[in-house]
Nanobody
């Protein structure tokens, strides 16, 4: 079964950190562009950070630059999003996604072939 499963979300105080994980099964992330997206209440889903299919180039939305770090682990077939200095405006449901093919654009794809179910991150005191 082809799927992505997120973990690591939860409640954190402003200024805190969380690491989201997204484990892939049934396919190899190496052949895909991968990324993290989020959707806050009342807002559209936005691309937070993505990695191109080849070369490892990364993209970060302006709102998270310098605070979030995306990575992909070939050995465990898992992608991660390290989130530091979290702010209340980072509160959202976070989704991981994967797009098959040679995606080589500075930005996140408009659509993905596979999506995780989403995981809630709440930043609040």
């Amino acid at each position: 079964q082809l799927q992505l499963v997120e973990s690591g979300g939860g409640l954190v105080q402003p200024g805190g950190s969380l690491r989201l994980s997204c484990a892939a099964s049934g396919f190899t992330l190496d052949n895909y562009a991968v990324g993290w997206f989020r959707q806050a209440p009342g807002k559209e889903r936005e691309g937070v950070s993505c990695i191109r299919t080849k070369g490892g180039k990364t993209y970060y939305a302006d709102s998270v630059k310098g605070r979030f770090t995306i990575s992909r682990d070939t050995a465990t077939n898992t992608m991660y999003l390290q989130m530091n200095s979290l702010k209340p405006e980072d509160t959202a449901v976070y989704y991981c996604g994967a797009l098959l093919g040679n995606y080589d654009v500075n930005g996140c794809p408009d659509a993905m072939d596979y999506w995780g179910k989403g995981i809630l991150v709440t930043v609040s005191s």
